[in-house]
């Protein structure tokens, strides 16, 4: 099929590149001439494990545009995936949807075309989008006679870091649209996903239990609430394991053996059960507020949804508490913090538990110094303020330092050798901010541990 993909950020990019690579002939607009020339120079603009690869794999079904008149001609879907950053208020931000939604509307000529919207929209957006389109359309002169369109929902479940992972294998696919015909273009466009008949790229085998993906096949504004639903339900499990995990170190019990015991109850699931110092990342913070503030509009308020915010934001606060209580005074110590972006994997800083935690420390008068091993330049760049606080290297992190907060679950933090480090710093404190350091192993090392929870 012929699909056009508007905007090349995570979801974007992702699933124009994946497309290509099941066979589909895809075009990827972006209105930024620098992303495009790097796209068609076979690089890619967001650090993601195996993109570039797959973008190799997938290069003769991809061209990449500034131009709608170039992408959206001919197209039978035409997908969405433009930035919703927050406005001030909570809720999303949708001037781009609505420019790229009209210029979408100037080119379309096709007999039938699906317009989907991938970006994550407050509920409504779809009904919203289509009114757009339709005003749009019919301000043309050139206006085509047999040309028709429809708009769906297909919200995208992928994780950063392992976005093509959970493309080609998703748990579900779900697509909503009041029109039965574009539920069945969708149904077409993704067939080698739902009966996974295509050949993996080889750096990315087929899990084992994966044979076929179910689709859920809905109505707009229930494929639209899917995606809020599932978003919140997962920020409410990890703030969820976070309150039990601080009640756990009250009354000395072991947060590691309690997510275990829950998570092997199958109604309850293990994965998301990981206590620490909470979430963080352009989505689960962004949707919640989203959920609120759409609740809001209809005189409702979501006390659950509420509350995991408020648990999260708590988690950062009591880091820091938990190093004040041992350090006693925090002004003029050093304080080093382990990961900057989000999580492991992704150079993404939005939301992430390491830039609240760091300006908490440093509004109580500590010196704070950052690493990461891969956010760092993008740290630099969209933190001017604060790049001081940044160290290129591990040793200026743990030199002279009074304590070391884990913040992101890097895998060079947990194969560190953590030994060689100790003897730098001036009090040995970790505080293990995710919950995956061994206790006794660093207490052997000569740390002294402080857990998150219990
Ligand atoms: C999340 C969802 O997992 C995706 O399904 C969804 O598509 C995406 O949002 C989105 O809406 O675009 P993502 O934000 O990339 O994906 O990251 P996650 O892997 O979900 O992690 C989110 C945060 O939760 C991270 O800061 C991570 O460290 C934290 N986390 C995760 C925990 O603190 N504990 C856990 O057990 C799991």
């Known amino acids: 099929m012929k699909v056009c993909v508007v905007g090349t950020g995570y979801v974007g990019l992702t699933t124009g590149v994946s497309l290509a690579f099941l066979g589909h002939e895809v075009t990827c607009v972006d209105l930024d001439q620098e992303k495009v020339d790097m796209l068609r120079g076979g690089r890619c603009p967001i650090y993601e494990p195996g993109m570039e690869e797959l973008l190799a794999e997938a290069a003769q079904n991809l061209t990449f545009t500034t131009s709608y008149a170039e992408g959206v001609p001919g197209a039978d879907v035409v997908f969405v995936a433009v930035q919703t950053p927050s406005a001030p208020d909570g809720s999303p931000d949708l001037r781009y949807l609505r420019s790229a939604a009209e210029s979408v509307a100037q080119s379309l000529d096709h007999e039938f075309t699906v317009v989907v919207n991938k970006s994550t929209v407050p509920i409504g957006s779809g009904n919203w989008v289509d009114a ?8 043309r002169t050139d206006r085509p006679e047999n040309c028709e369109f429809s708009v769906a929902s297909n919200p995208e479940f992928l994780r950063e870091g392992n976005a093509i992972h959970d493309t080609l294998f998703p748990d579900r696919i779900v697509i909503g649209s009041d029109n039965p015909r574009a539920l069945e273009v969708l149904n077409q466009l993704y067939r080698p996903l739902i009966n996974q008949t295509f050949t993996p790229p080889s750096f990315q085998p087929r899990p084992d239990d994966t044979t ?99 648990v999260n934001q708590r988690q950062r606060e009591i880091a820091v508490e938990r190093l004040q209580s041992e350090l006693r005074i925090l002004k003029g110590r050093k ?120």
């Open 212 to 310: 076929a993906v179910p689709l859920v096949s809905t109505d707009l504004a229930s494929a639209e609430l899917i995606k809020y639903a599932a978003n919140a339900f997962l920020a409410l499990k990890i703030s969820y394991v976070n309150e039990i995990g601080q009640l756990a170190g009250k009354v000395g019990a072991d947060i590691t053996e309690v997510a275990r015991g829950i998570g092997l109850d199958q109604r309850i699931g293990s994965r998301f059960l990981e206590p620490g110092v909470g979430w963080g990342g352009s989505c689960f913070g962004k949707d919640t507020k989203a959920l609120i503030a759409t609740a809001s509009e209809y005189k409702y308020d979501m006390p659950i949804v509420q509350a995991a915010r408020d």
């Open 132 to 139: 757009i389109l339709r005003d749009s359309f019919a301000t």
């Open 335 to 454: 304080i080093g913090l382990l990961g900057v972006a989000f999580k492991p994997n992704t150079d993404d800083l939005r939301d992430s538990p390491a830039l609240d935690i760091a300006s908490l420390l440093v509004a109580r008068g500590a010196r704070v110094k950052l690493h990461d091993p891969i956010a760092g330049d993008r740290f630099r760049r969209e933190y001017p303020e604060m790049a001081p606080h940044l160290s290129d290297t591990l040793d200026g992190v743990f030199d002279d330092c009074d304590a070391i907060v884990l913040v992101t679950k890097w895998a060079q933090y947990l194969e560190l050798d953590w030994g060689k480090f100790v003897g730098l710093m001036r009090t040995p404190i970790v505080l293990d901010g995710r919950n995956v350091l061994d206790q006794e192993r660093m207490e052997r090392l000569g740390y002294k541990y402080i857990a998150m929870a219990g």
